[in-house]
């Protein structure tokens, strides 16, 4: 009998650990705007799209003009303060040394968006302050 409730209580665990719900803030693949221009996006990937294609950083401008080179942008974490929810992401593409090895995330800008008004905010890391993006 105790082997019973241990099969079945191991198997709700089981279950219950395998949500398909994707919220900002769970662990998602990156994304990018090659593998998100046939498929429905969500709020936040919209102002991603946007904001990589108008967007005036120098490295993202960079990133942009070289077609071997794929955007992405990661969910690094959420952060809530008093007056908002950040969902803050960095901007950025993979490399690899030449022998195709060692490969890493370079990061070409981080920007925080505000998820109850929706608005975009690039991050200066040399003042360490946000500006509101307006395009």
């Known amino acids: 009998m105790q082997k019973l409730i241990f099969l079945l209580t191991l198997g709700f665990l089981t279950l219950s650990c395998g949500e398909t719900d994707t919220k900002p803030g769970d662990n998602e693949a990156p994304a990018s705007t090659n593998d998100l221009r046939d498929k429905k996006v969500n709020w936040y990937e919209e102002l991603m799209i946007n904001y990589i294609s108008k967007s005036d ?47 890493r995330f370079v990061t070409d800008g981080w920007v925080y968006i505000d998820s109850l008004t929706r608005k975009l905010y690039e991050y200066d890391v040399a003042n360490d302050s946000l500006m509101e993006w307006r395009r």
Do not use: C, Q
């Open 57 to 103: 950083n120098e490295l993202i401008k960079l990133s942009r003009k070289n077609p071997a080179i794929k955007i992405e942008w990661l969910l690094d974490r959420v952060e809530n303060t008093d007056t908002a929810k950040y969902l803050i992401f960095h901007i950025g593409h993979d490399v690899t040394d030449d022998a195709n090895t060692n490969m």
